[in-house]
């Protein structure tokens, strides 16, 4: 079963600002919101802590919460900036936790950590070091991991506990009491289902689906499904263009051991060919097989020094291709370098 951990910043744009502001940034008490147009109003778009508990909300008037609060601090919303901030910091999880992390935009992270805990003390010490580090750069976050992005991705946004692990197999009775906004759906549905008297998951899943497909479409029915982890949801890792990465598509989708690790060793020698044109050797090599069930495997292998021995690193690899589950077969490998460094010619000693 996978885990996956969703990373929640709830004061995202509001602590990048700061962050980004440095010793210019208003004092911590001092109410702070980001302002944009919503049509031809201006409205409130983010808010920080200070600013929540003096009465203010995403989406109020900017002339409403300059009555409320005097000595409010106001300043232009950056949502594109915000976004490329959250893609930088992706790549920061992926290259510290696990090969397997997108941005969840507008406020998060989506880390598939199956088989990754161990590395970090097990999941309940890896989700509290997340939330300490990002804390230390003065982030707010939450976090959770279940055995689905959607479980997770709920929990963390409405669950009571800042870090939260949610034992494989029990994610059903962790979402249910959740409110139905949990589900991450349009908000003109969540409306509609409010309005009906729809108001926990618990109401949705006791339903019958074809009544609920009939009146509000595929959409609720997609999302609990994959909240209870009976349908997959394919995460899309993060790959900037400083990644070398190289991949083979597979016609017929492949399986067996001996398959896996011919098409390794030649991935391996595409990869360190473009390692080479850059002058560079690998540190870290993440091996993604994505199968045809939209479940993604992943193997992850390090070494102290940068290398590009093409024999050494498929070796490396192939080690681990037990521990992979084809399911019904792999229609696509991919192959990255996540880490590398300058590697140096070193010069042969002669005896001449």
Same mark, same amino acid.
């Given at each position: 079963?996978?885990?996956?951990? &969703?990373?929640?910043?709830?004061?995202?744009?509001?602590?990048?600002?700061?962050?980004?502001?440095?010793?210019?940034?208003?004092?911590? *008490?001092?109410?702070?919101?980001?302002?944009?147009?919503?049509?031809?109003?201006?409205?409130?778009?983010? +808010?920080?802590?200070?600013?929540?508990?003096?009465?203010?909300?995403?989406?109020?008037?900017?002339?409403?919460?300059? +009555?409320?609060?005097?000595?409010?601090?106001?300043?232009?919303?950056?949502?594109?900036?915000? *976004?490329?901030?959250?893609?930088?910091?992706?790549?920061?999880?992926?290259?510290?936790?696990?090969?397997?992390?997108?941005?969840?935009?507008?406020?998060?992270? $989506?880390?598939?950590?199956?088989?990754?805990?161990?590395?970090?003390?097990?999941?309940?010490?890896?989700?509290?070091?997340?939330?300490?580090? !990002?804390?230390?750069?003065? !982030?707010?976050?939450?976090?959770?991991?279940?055995? &689905?992005?959607?479980?997770?991705?709920?929990?963390?946004?409405?669950?009571?506990?800042?870090?939260?692990?949610?034992?494989?197999? *029990?994610?059903?009775?962790?979402?249910?009491? /959740?409110?139905?906004?949990? /589900?991450?759906?349009?908000? !003109?549905?969540?409306?509609?289902?409010?309005?009906?008297?729809?108001?926990?998951?618990?109401? /949705?899943?006791?339903?019958?689906?074809?009544?609920?497909?009939?009146?509000?479409?595929?959409?609720?029915?997609?999302?609990?499904?994959?909240?209870?982890?009976? $349908?997959?949801?394919?995460?899309?890792?993060?790959?900037?263009?400083?990644?070398?990465?190289?991949?083979?598509?597979?016609?017929?989708?492949?399986? +067996?051991? *001996?398959?896996?690790?011919?098409?390794?060793?030649?991935?391996?020698?595409?990869?360190?060919?473009? @390692?080479?044109?850059?002058?560079?050797?690998?540190?870290?090599?993440?091996?993604?097989?994505?199968?045809?069930?939209?479940?993604?495997?992943?193997?992850?292998?390090?070494?102290?020094?940068?290398?590009?021995?093409?024999?050494?690193?498929?070796?490396? @690899?192939?080690?681990?291709?037990?521990?992979?589950?084809?399911?019904?077969?792999?229609? !696509?490998?991919?192959?990255?370098?996540?880490?590398?460094?300058?590697?140096?010619?070193?010069?042969?000693? &002669? &005896?001449?």
């Amino acid at each position: 079963m996978p885990r996956v951990v &969703s990373l929640f910043l709830p004061m995202w744009p509001a602590d990048r600002f700061r962050r980004k502001s440095g010793d210019a940034a208003p004092l911590p *008490e001092t109410p702070l919101v980001l302002v944009g147009r919503d049509g031809r109003r201006r409205v409130v778009l983010a +808010a920080d802590a200070a600013a929540q508990t003096a009465g203010l909300r995403i989406g109020m008037p900017v002339s409403k919460a300059q +009555a409320l609060v005097p000595n409010l601090a106001m300043h232009d919303a950056e949502p594109e900036a915000d *976004e490329m901030a959250l893609e930088r910091l992706a790549l920061w999880a992926l290259r510290r936790y696990a090969p397997i992390v997108a941005a969840d935009p507008p406020d998060g992270l $989506v880390i598939d950590t199956t088989g990754a805990d161990h590395l970090h003390g097990g999941e309940a010490a890896m989700l509290s070091e997340m939330v300490a580090r !990002l804390g230390g750069s003065g !982030l707010a976050a939450r976090a959770a991991v279940a055995d &689905s992005w959607g479980a997770a991705h709920a929990l963390a946004r409405f669950g009571t506990r800042q870090t939260l692990v949610v034992p494989s197999g *029990e994610i059903a009775q962790a979402i249910l009491p /959740l409110p139905i906004a949990a /589900l991450r759906l349009p908000a !003109l549905t969540i409306e509609s289902l409010r309005r009906l008297g729809f108001e926990r998951v618990a109401d /949705l899943a006791a339903i019958p689906r074809a009544s609920l497909a009939l009146r509000f479409g595929p959409e609720p029915g997609r999302r609990l499904d994959q909240a209870l982890a009976r $349908v997959s949801e394919p995460i899309e890792p993060i790959r900037p263009e400083e990644i070398v990465e190289v991949r083979r598509n597979f016609a017929e989708p492949i399986g +067996a051991a *001996e398959t896996i690790a011919r098409y390794t060793g030649k991935l391996v020698a595409e990869l360190c060919a473009s @390692l080479e044109t850059r002058g560079q050797g690998a540190r870290r090599l993440d091996l993604l097989f994505f199968r045809v069930d939209n479940r993604v495997e992943a193997i992850r292998v390090g070494t102290a020094m940068p290398v590009r021995d093409t024999k050494r690193l498929t070796r490396l @690899l192939t080690d681990k291709i037990e521990t992979i589950d084809p399911g019904f077969g792999i229609e !696509l490998m991919r192959l990255a370098a996540t880490v590398a460094e300058p590697l140096r010619a070193k010069q042969m000693i &002669s &005896s001449l």
